[in-house]
């Protein structure tokens, strides 16, 4: 089953990646929530193809067989959070919360987020720019993370 190997794979990967994991933990989503949303959203990608959702409850990563049912409330629930994430968003740009100096280092991680993927997708050509380019990407990487928990860190937090 390619299709299960690859979204396994993916899942793993991106699950793990320390970034993710930093983020993951504190976002409204629980683990779970999270893998579901992202198999719901890209694995028709990887498949090539649309997928019903028993089809989908079968790509989580979970050894215990997962009803479609149970799928479905797991990604309902996720949607939910990311929708009330979002109005969290709307409601602090509204009374002027973004305006204030307190959220100046999380636009700062935002900004180096960015860096970061930009700079995954700008790979050079060049063996030794190649090098160079793998350097700055673990650079900001380390950063990255350590900003991210330095945040994370109730006692730290600006707001």
């Known amino acids: 089953m ?3 190997d690859s979204t396994t794979a993916w899942l793993n990967g991106a699950l793990n990646d320390p970034i993710t994991k930093i983020l993951a933990k504190n976002s409204q989503l ?16 990887i498949a090539g193809k649309q997928l019903k959702y028993d089809e989908k409850a079968k790509l989580r990563l979970t050894k ?22 979002i109005y969290t968003i709307l409601l ?31 790979m050079p050509g060049k063996q030794e720019e190649i090098e160079d ?9 380390e950063e990255l ?7 994370s860190n109730p006692s730290n937090q600006p707001m």
Do not use: C, M, W
């Open 92 to 122: 602090l740009g509204y009374l002027g919360i973004f305006e204030s100096s307190a959220l100046d280092p999380y636009l700062e991680i935002a900004n180096k987020l960015r860096d970061y993927v930009e700079a995954h997708q700008d």
């Open 133 to 141: 380019h793998i350097k700055l990407i673990e650079i900001i990487k």
């Open 2 to 4: 390619k299709l299960k």
């Open 30 to 45: 629980t683990k779970t929530q999270l893998e579901t949303l992202l198999i719901d959203i890209l694995s028709e990608n």
């Open 64 to 85: 215990a067989k997962i009803s479609r049912g149970s799928f479905n409330r797991t990604l309902a629930q996720s949607k939910d959070n990311v929708i009330k994430s």
């Open 145 to 151: 993370e350590t900003s991210l928990k330095r945040l």
